[in-house]
């Protein structure tokens, strides 16, 4: 463990800068704050391997037979897996149909494998001294699976704001992207079409991205803002960006014939979808490459 009375400011800023904290971050903090961002950003440093990792000599694989196999679960890449994992979740679990992080953590450990290391991988602390700003959070979950005792692992990321964050957790916006980061991993690792319930918000997402955009006329061409948007947004719901762009009754080239104030309506459905699910099958299977 570190030892961080003995540790300088300096000390702790050049450490927190070979974790790929920018400069810039650590020098507007005092020693109690770059200690609690050394704590959040090296966790996984800590990690011992001998005491959490056993050490498989023949490919990689070990036998875990205590674990039992549930004869009724389908194939991980069966179009059945999803419902058979959503029916795992107990009521509690799930907001409007939309797991929970500890649902899906307890989860995971249910039909999956053993969870043998989990927390986040990079931390990049809001840098607005005025307000609570814009955190992004990378996390990493670590999964020894049941019968084969394959390790794997899974990561991805959250970045929380005023605009995509309610006031209550917008406060705490490390602390709020960890949490949206953790779930975002564990469904990934799950192979399931709904959202972590943190990853939702009440506020109007749309017209804040609206409000924040200058100049706004209707009836110009798509802002670079809106467009990011939807691409996260189709990333995020696993929905094929052109396909929704043309799934109304005009046909466009290119996004960017598309207008601000149509693009506002296409923001609207995208947040029905992530509320109310729904998303028709036409335009499932998001394509990271549908610029070209």
């Given at each position: 463990m570190t030892n961080y009375t003995n540790m300088t400011v300096t000390e702790l800023r050049e450490s927190l800068a070979e974790h790929g904290i920018p400069k810039a971050v650590t020098d507007a903090?005092?020693?109690?704050?770059?200690?609690?961002?050394?704590?959040?950003?090296?966790?996984?440093d800590e990690v011992n391997l001998d005491e959490d990792f056993e050490v498989v000599e023949e490919g990689g694989f070990i036998e875990?037979?205590?674990?039992?196999?549930?004869?009724?679960?389908?194939?991980?890449?069966?179009?059945?897996?999803?419902?058979?994992v959503m029916s795992k979740f107990q009521p509690n679990e799930l907001i409007d149909g939309n797991p929970i992080t500890a649902g899906l953590r307890r989860v995971v450990e249910v039909v999956l494998g053993e969870i043998t290391s989990t927390g986040p991988k990079q931390v990049f602390p809001?840098?607005?001294?005025?307000?609570?700003?814009?955190?992004t959070v990378v996390y990493e979950v670590i999964i020894r699976q049941y019968g084969t005792g394959k390790i794997k692992t899974y990561a991805d990321t959250a970045d929380v704001w005023h605009g995509?964050?309610?006031?209550?957790?917008?406060?705490?916006?490390?602390?709020?992207?960890?949490?949206?980061?953790?779930?975002?991993?564990?469904?990934?690792?799950?192979?399931?079409?709904?959202?972590?319930?943190?990853?939702?918000?009440?506020?109007?997402?749309?017209?804040?991205?609206?409000?924040?955009?200058?100049?706004?006329?209707?009836?110009?061409?798509?802002?670079?803002?809106?467009?990011?948007?939807?691409?996260?947004?189709c990333k995020q719901l696993d929905i094929d960006v052109r396909k929704f762009v043309n799934m109304g009754s005009a046909h466009y080239e290119s996004i960017n014939d598309v207008t601000r104030n149509t693009a506002q309506k296409m923001l609207r459905q995208l947040n029905d979808y992530q509320q109310k699910g729904g998303i028709p099958e036409q335009v499932q299977g998001y394509e990271s490459d549908w610029r070209k």
């Open positions: 903090l005092k020693k109690k704050e770059l200690v609690k961002l050394h704590k959040e950003t090296t966790v996984l875990d037979d205590n674990r039992p196999v549930d004869p009724e679960a389908p194939d991980y890449n069966s179009p059945e897996w999803h419902d058979y809001a840098q607005d001294t005025n307000g609570p700003g814009r955190a995509n964050t309610d006031d209550l957790f917008c406060a705490h916006p490390v602390a709020t992207a960890c949490t949206r980061a953790e779930g975002r991993t564990l469904r990934k690792a799950l192979k399931i079409r709904a959202l972590a319930a943190e990853e939702l918000a009440k506020k109007d997402i749309v017209g804040i991205v609206q409000a924040t955009t200058a100049d706004w006329n209707p009836e110009d061409t798509i802002s670079n803002q809106q467009v990011t948007f939807i691409n996260n947004k």
